[in-house]
């Protein structure tokens, strides 16, 4: 006799059921966000040129010679723009760019600035701008696009959201692509969808194919996306500063106590610094000339971003902002009394996971590698949308051909229900684990369970009153 516990299924052959319910849920749901969140990240791969393009008077200048002091550069700054508190100076990065003079301004959203674009051979200001982190006007409004739909707090879930399930929906994937296919060991029948397949199979091996070529971006896009997400993103900060992955940071005080800014933090082009003190801190001592000659004295190149002390008793903080590979990172910290280098972070020391939480997020907006890099980010969008659209034709065409029904059919529903003991025990752990992780996965997983039980529940009655129901085309006694 074979016991219960031989005949039971093993591991997999209980969770299938369940990860093929799960992904129909995510893919119907929630695929509408991570659809929205691959045609406008589409959109942001060409922000760069777009910002070029839009911007060039104001970026590029004809080189004429020598180039006007700094603070000659900023009186006229201030001139064009009366208002608000000096933020930052980038001096030219080449010999063909024009500098930018940032300040503080009433009259643009929070966390943005005021950019006044100066040409650092004539002294002409060729326009003022909107500056978020350091991006201007337009390329900050594809980011917010991107980010949050410009609604703000409340649009920052949508992104969060897709970011959340992306993972989710591609291991479970692939994990139903695989298992269905482990009988074959040709590479082929993975890798490539089936061309002698006709109507929903032929759909089905297209979506699954593409969604194993997309994998891996998937994955990455989805993992340092979270790092800007509202809530899992806090998460991924503590775990960062538990694990010392954070970057050092450069102090700036001149009295000696404890207070500073970070050189290069994980988000930079998504924030700003702000400043307090008065006009003439770009005369006072050395004067901002003296600072950008210590920090060219201490190694630093091109492009350059030279941040405002705090307050008088504050240094100046001049860091590299080349985030393209080669990555030049290094920041100092320079006393404008006299010049003097009072701190200093040099990004080859930072250690390894400091440095790939900034290569990562730098690869995730496209700039590491250039144009490669927008180029392979294009590719993963494009491929998203199609194994969404994939997703949902196949959908469609699992609809019933008799009946009223017009949508696709779901998998059954309940099967989590039919899960041994201890697999449901470890599905739970897993399950609250990550919902506590990732918050706004959680939430919608317990939303996606609860409705699982109420269809499950509806099925179990209309199966039992089908039963009970009289069959009136059977004969009678």
Known sequence: ???????????????????????????????????????????????????????????????????????????????????????????????????????????????????????????????????????????????????????????????????????????????????????????????LPEQSATGRRRTLSWHATLGVWLALGALFLSATGLTWSRFAGEHVAEVRTALSWTGTTLTTSLDGEDSGSSGHGAHGGHGGPGSGVSDDVVSRGVGV???????????????????????????????????????????????????????EIRFADEPLAAKLTRWTIDAHVGVLFGLLNQLVLAAVALGLIAVTLLGYRSWWQRRPTRGTARVGRAPAPGTWRRLSPGVLVGVVLVTLAVGWFVPLLGVSLAVFLLLDLVLAARARRSAADERDRPREDLPVG
Request: overall charge negative.
């Open 1 to 191: 006799m074979t016991s219960t516990t031989d005949a039971r299924p093993g591991v997999w052959a209980q969770l299938k059921p369940l990860v093929l319910r799960l992904h129909f849920y995510a893919g119907v749901l929630v695929a509408p966000f991570i659809l929205v969140a691959a045609v406008t990240g589409l959109v942001y791969t060409a922000a760069p040129q777009i910002e070029r393009a839009v911007y060039a008077d104001e970026l590029t200048v004809e080189p004429r010679g020598a180039q006007l002091p700094l603070s000659e550069q900023f009186a006229v700054a201030r001139e064009a723009h009366p208002d608000g508190t000096l933020v930052e100076i980038r001096p030219p990065a080449t010999p063909d760019s024009s500098t930018r003079v940032v300040f503080t301004d009433a009259d643009v959203p929070e966390n943005s600035y005021r950019a006044v674009m100066v040409d650092p051979y004539t002294g002409e200001v060729l326009g003022q701008e909107r500056q978020y982190g350091q991006w201007l006007g337009v390329r900050a409004w594809l980011n917010e696009l991107h980010s949050n739909l410009h609604l703000g707090t409340v649009g920052r879930y949508y992104s969060e959201l897709a970011a959340s399930w992306l993972w989710v929906v591609v291991l479970g994937g692939l994990a139903l692509w695989f298992t269905k296919r482990r009988t074959d060991r040709r590479a082929r029948r993975l890798l």
């Open 289 to 343: 000339d003296g600072v950008l000659a210590a920090a060219r004295a201490a190694g630093l190149q091109d492009p350059l971003l030279l941040t405002a002390p705090v307050d008088d008793a504050s240094a100046w903080t001049v860091a590299e902002k080349k985030r393209s590979a080669p990555t030049r990172l290094d920041s100092v910290a320079v006393d404008p009394r006299d010049g003097s280098v009072v701190d």
